[in-house]
């Protein structure tokens, strides 16, 4: 508690704040860009920060996170086009708000629950974290190595339809941080005589080009329908069309409180992300409602319960990254290097080394939530404009700042190079349905995975038998198999369904050729 007052002293100057107002802001419009988000962001604003004072640096990133996550529910309510995947849900009764002329209420509604589920689960992560952090510090190498493997499959096994697809795509996230000098015998690896190599691949200018760079390359061919989409929205004449009423409020702070619960534990479980979180507080909402037939016309409830979790995951995916060293989410992931380049290495040693800086953190972030509040309601009519900005012109823009990012990281072209190598991985990863967000964390864990199973077999004495000692690492290695296990059932069963729905209609193609040309269309399409 002492250091969090520090911290609100560091944080609470005008300078400070500015930056972190200024970071609201942007996410806020990155959020409701569609194709663009917080990851994206984030990692085009690292370099950007290199210049800035630590806690205004990290305040400026939080900030972006932050306001992405409450800005994506503009154009899902605006367009029907979430500006993040994990706002789909808003869209299914926040559009429908809009086109019935209540567009203001779905917005203000989308806010207060975006704020509510962000500041609960700040106020989780400051409690959570230093406790959890405590019995890390008993955890050794053996241990360490056992819970990385768990969370590479078990995000691998729930970020994708597939098992194998997600650990193919953790697989070469680890190859690739393999990349430079071999941590023991510091022998080149896979470096092809480039000096620009021998450090590894830089993750901001990866980052880059997997998330913002082959994102931009697919939103191009989106640009009739977005620019259509917003030509569609009408405005509500009465004053009950643009607020949220009394009785509005007393049917949705419950929905809040659960979507707030919800996207917490998820956020604090590697690999499941804001997506899950958001779709699984809409589907207990629906579920728990006296007329769930309701949903999808325009129930102010689903907006609430979509954006409390949506909101609520980014500050709690950050629980295990403080206390383990392990992103549990792509935000994660990409803040590890910010942290890193302004001198906090997450982790459970943070605390100790550096609990002045942790305590910024907590307080930039819970700023960011209270600064969100105030710039969402003042601006919603500004960043609804934002939104009928041309694709075309918002393109060229975000490449020119792509590019600029990857290069302030090394001042060097290569990374632009690099930035371009993987935007073309990034791009057949999306088609291809392979996990962008498993590699991107494989990558992340890759060298600490390395090095903690290179001193396991050291203090095991290359003997597996030796594990009895160790019944942590045992109990999640006995974790990983159950995972491992448990979603190839799940995916089995999935693909099995599929082929008995897929062997019903055939069926119906032997009456008559009027049933063959419905089939044939039905696979066709």
């Known amino acids: 508690m002492e250091n969090l007052i520090i911290g609100f002293q560091d944080v609470l100057n005008p300078a400070t704040l500015f ?40 305040g400026l990133l939080i900030g972006i996170a932050k306001g992405s996550a409450a800005g994506s529910a503009v154009s899902a ?27 203001q209420k779905a917005l203000k509604m989308g806010l207060y629950a975006s704020v509510l589920g962000d500041f609960v689960s700040t106020l989780i992560l400051i409690g959570l974290a230093a406790p959890l952090a405590s019995y890390a510090l008993l955890i050794g190498p053996v241990e360490l190595c056992a819970i990385l493997l768990f969370s590479l499959t078990f995000v691998g096994g729930l970020s994708g339809g597939s098992l194998t697809k997600g650990l193919i795509a953790a697989a070469f996230g680890v190859f690739f941080a393999t990349i ?45 329908t977005l620019d259509h989409e917003s030509a569609r929205i009408v405005q509500g004449a009465s004053r009950d069309d643009r607020v949220v009423t009394a009785a509005e409020w007393r049917r949705c702070l419950p929905v809040i409180a659960r979507g707030t619960l919800i996207g917490s534990v998820v956020g604090i479980l590697p690999g499941l992300g804001a997506s899950v979180g958001s ?29 409390s979790a949506d909101n609520a995951v980014v500050p709690s995916s950050l629980v295990p990254l403080f206390a383990l060293g392990i992103p549990g989410s792509v935000i994660a992931a990409i803040l590890i290097a910010a942290f890193i380049l302004h001198g906090l290495t997450p982790g459970p040693l943070m605390f100790k080394q550096q609990p002045r800086l942790v305590a910024d953190v907590y307080a930039s972030m819970i700023c960011a939530s209270l600064i969100m ?69 494989g990558f992340v864990i890759g060298p600490s995975l390395e090095l903690t199973f290179r001193q396991s077999i050291q203090i095991l004495d290359h003997k597996a038998a030796n594990l009895a000692g160790h019944p942590i690492a045992l109990l999640f290695i006995a974790l990983t198999l159950a995972t491992v296990w448990w979603t190839a059932r799940g995916n089995a069963r999935a693909a099995a369904a599929r082929r008995r729905s897929d062997l019903v209609l055939p069926g119906s193609a032997s009456r008559g050729p009027a049933s063959t040309e419905t089939t044939g269309n039905h696979k066709g399409g």
């Open 19 to 58: 930056w972190v107002a200024v970071g609201v802001t942007l996410g806020y419009v990155l959020g409701a860009l569609p194709g663009l988000g917080k990851a994206t962001g984030v990692a085009v604003a690292i370099p950007l920060t290199f210049y800035l004072e630590p806690v205004a640096a990290l």
């Open 77 to 103: 309510i605006l367009l029907n086009t979430p500006g993040e995947p994990s706002s789909a849900p808003t869209a299914l009764d926040g559009y429908p708000l809009a086109r019935q002329g209540k567009a």
């Open 180 to 224: 430079g000098l071999e941590p023991e015998t510091f022998i080149s690896r896979m470096t092809f005589g480039r000096l620009e190599l021998e450090d590894g691949l830089a993750l901001v200018p990866l980052a880059i080009g997997m998330l913002a760079v082959a994102e931009m390359v697919l939103q191009a061919g989106n640009m009739r």
């Open 279 to 307: 779709f699984l507080s809409y589907g207990a909402t629906q579920r728990a409602s006296k007329t769930p037939e309701k949903y999808g016309t325009g129930m102010i409830e689903g907006v609430a319960a979509a954006e």
């Open 373 to 441: 509040l105030v710039i969402g309601y003042f601006g919603q009519r500004l960043f609804a404009m934002v939104i009928r900005v041309p694709l075309r012109l918002i393109i060229p823009g975000v490449l020119l700042l792509c590019s600029v990012g990857a290069y302030m990281e090394t001042s060097s072209v290569f990374s632009i190079y690099v930035m371009l190598f993987f935007a073309l991985i990034g791009f057949f990863a999306r088609k291809l349905d392979f996990s962008f967000v498993t590699f991107l964390i």
